[in-house]
């Protein structure tokens, strides 16, 4: 495996002087997301495919072991602070359990019986949209649980480091991020760390722009829990809807800290026909804009 390699640049590493070794290491990492243009269609036909599967009741699985399942689990659980995106629609599967998110359990990846469980034991089905990350693409319990999940009916999505590997071949979509080998041998938690993470949230981003849930590059489905957060948001509102300072913080308000229906509020509308608007458009709101638009029009 290419991951698994020694790159013969870096051999005497560890006497260089720390200002080259950290150069040396940072130039790695660059050149591991460049790596990932190459997959900008595969990509981007992950992330359309996993918005139409998700349908209204989908879920968006992560699985994975060690470095690379800490990754994942870390991208989902960034989708509903950032997205919205409900917990209950959101599963993880990461060989050891959880617990190993903050301590190392690593003869757990090789259970791939447990894989197996757990899928079926998650209800996996149809709507679902399970994402296995490796490095190496041939992890047991990630390629157990992918292969369960293609059984099932949901829509698989591997990611992996090595070409040709057998996760790549057993997911429906597999995205390969072709990093070589590490700066420091078989140390996946450097290149091929970085660009698993690049491409996750990329491929996690592009899904939640297809579902609607972005509008001119804002987080209007964004959850506020802050001070912080409750000021972007009223500056959404007051650009979306142009309306002043004090008008957009008191549709937010009245919204209760709903932004789309915020904007709405600001733009007119009573509370009952922008939820009822929302509601009607899948609570998209491009296309509720688009409708009230039109309705005006015709008037």
């Known amino acids: 495996m290419n991951t698994e390699a020694r790159d013969p640049r870096y051999v005497e590493i560890d006497r260089w002087p720390t200002s080259v070794a950290v150069a040396a290491m940072i130039e790695a990492q660059i050149s591991a997301v ?3 243009q190459s ?6 036909e992950a992330a359309e495919g996993a918005a139409e599967r998700l349908g209204d009741t989908g879920r968006l699985v992560y699985v994975g072991a060690g470095t690379s399942g800490r990754l ?51 209800g996996i089905g149809r709507d679902d949209v399970v994402i296995g990350v490796a490095a190496s693409g041939r992890t047991p319990y990630t390629l157990a649980a992918i292969t369960s999940a293609r059984e099932a009916g949901a829509l698989t999505i591997g ?14 979509i597999g995205l390969l991020a072709r990093t070589g080998a590490e700066v420091i041998a078989g140390s996946t938690r450097m290149k091929a760390g970085t660009a698993q993470k690049v491409l996750l949230n990329t491929l996690s981003t592009a899904i939640m722009l297809r579902r609607g849930l972005v509008y001119d590059g804002m987080m209007v489905n964004m959850k506020i829990s802050n001070e912080k957060l409750q000021s972007r948001a009223e500056q959404m509102v007051q650009d979306i809807a142009r309306v002043d300072t004090d008008t957009a913080a008191a549709a937010l308000d009245s919204a209760d800290l709903d932004i789309k229906l915020g904007v709405l509020l600001a733009l007119g509308l009573s509370k009952v026909a922008a939820i009822q608007l929302l509601h009607a458009h899948k609570q998209n709101l491009r296309q509720a804009l688009n409708a009230m638009q039109k309705a005006t029009a015709n008037a």
């Open 72 to 122: 994942a689990v870390q991208d989902g659980a960034e989708l509903f602070p950032t997205f919205g995106w409900p917990h209950e629609r959101l599963a993880f599967l990461m060989a050891g359990g959880i617990e190993v998110f903050t301590k190392a359990a690593e003869m757990a990846e090789d259970d791939a019986d447990t894989a197996r469980q757990e899928i079926a034991a998650a």
């Open 159 to 172: 990611v992996a480091n090595n070409p040709g590997s057998a996760l790549l071949e057993a997911a429906e």
């Open 34 to 36: 460049a790596s990932l």
């Open 39 to 44: 997959q900008t269609e595969r990509i981007a």
